[in-house]
């Protein structure tokens, strides 16, 4: 934690930005997450270190932590978005239930080499991509059977 602390320090100091405390524990909440989280629960996470922060506050932080890729925004539904702790992690992909909101993450080589594939036909260069694939988990599948 202390390295990443470090290079988010870095990160801001430059772009002459201050590195407070409350974007210190917004920091300390999303690396101590695993898995998928909403603003609400980061929020609730940063208030339970003893920092006042709204979601607002919480809100406007996020862009700086994707622009240092210590997250990433996954899944949208309706007028939730979720987000997701990137430090350490290998690249994947998102199923969603639309049904109870459960994410499953997902490697599949075969989207890989595709896309790659497409993006050389019609001359791009890949430099990042995501796949969300939305559907109703078995879970959901086997309780609306009963």
Do not use: W
Not at 20 to 27: A, F, K, N, Q, S
Not at 74 to 92: A, K, L, W
Request: hydrophobic share 35%; net charge negative; with cysteine.
């Amino acid at each position: 934690m202390e390295e990443v602390l470090t290079q988010f320090r870095e990160f801001l100091h430059e772009r002459s930005l201050r590195a407070t405390d409350v974007r210190e524990g917004i920091l300390k909440a999303i690396l101590a997450r695993g898995g998928h989280f909403d603003i609400d629960e980061l929020v609730r996470d940063v208030r339970e270190q003893g920092l006042e922060a709204s979601r607002a506050t919480v809100y406007r932080a996020l862009p700086l932590f994707k622009e240092a890729g210590i997250i990433q925004s996954t899944i949208r539904s309706g007028d939730r978005r979720c987000y997701e702790n990137t430090v350490g992690q290998e690249h994947h992909d998102h199923l969603f239930c639309t049904s109870c909101g459960k994410i499953v993450d997902f490697q599949f080589e075969a989207f890989e080499m595709l896309q790659r594939e497409v993006a050389s036909k019609h001359g791009f260069n890949l430099t990042g991509h995501s796949h969300e694939l939305y559907g109703i988990c078995r879970e959901c599948q086997a309780g609306s059977r009963q």
